[in-house]
């Protein structure tokens, strides 16, 4: 598989993971007797889902750099943070999500950047 492929693969399991784990957030926070409804935890997850879409958007732009190192770090960082949430939250298929990303998230730190060099 291209190097430019698998990453584009890795970018878009994050991103269809956060995305996925917004509808799930967005579930537990408006339905009743999820036992989270309406709760600051459950929107705190709701909000870092939609970070971790907007990060994982930021990675199809990124080709290397510092930018591209920070920005994988903070993704990590937030997938950690949203899973802990999810664990205290008791909402399981967030977690399953979160596992998902951080799938994703490997996928593209394997991948090695295209380098931006001219070839003759």
């Known amino acids: ?15 269809v993971s956060a995305l996925v784990g917004l509808l799930i957030a967005l579930y537990a926070y408006l339905t009743p007797l999820t036992g989270v409804t309406g ?8 909000l870092a889902c939609v970070v971790l879409a907007g990060a994982s958007l930021a990675l199809f732009k990124l080709n290397r750099g510092a930018g591209l190192v920070i920005l994988r770090v903070l993704i990590l960082l937030g997938l950690a943070g949203t899973f802990f949430a ?3 939250l008791h909402q399981w298929l967030l977690c399953v999500a979160m596992v998902i990303g ?19």
């Open 102 to 120: 951080l799938i994703g998230w490997i996928i593209d730190l394997a991948s090695p950047a295209p380098s931006n060099a001219f070839r003759s």
């Open 1 to 15: 598989m291209p190097q430019l492929q698998r990453r584009r693969l890795g970018a878009g399991l994050l991103l």
């Open 86 to 88: 999810a664990l205290l």
């Open 39 to 46: 709760t600051l935890g459950a929107l705190v997850a709701l």
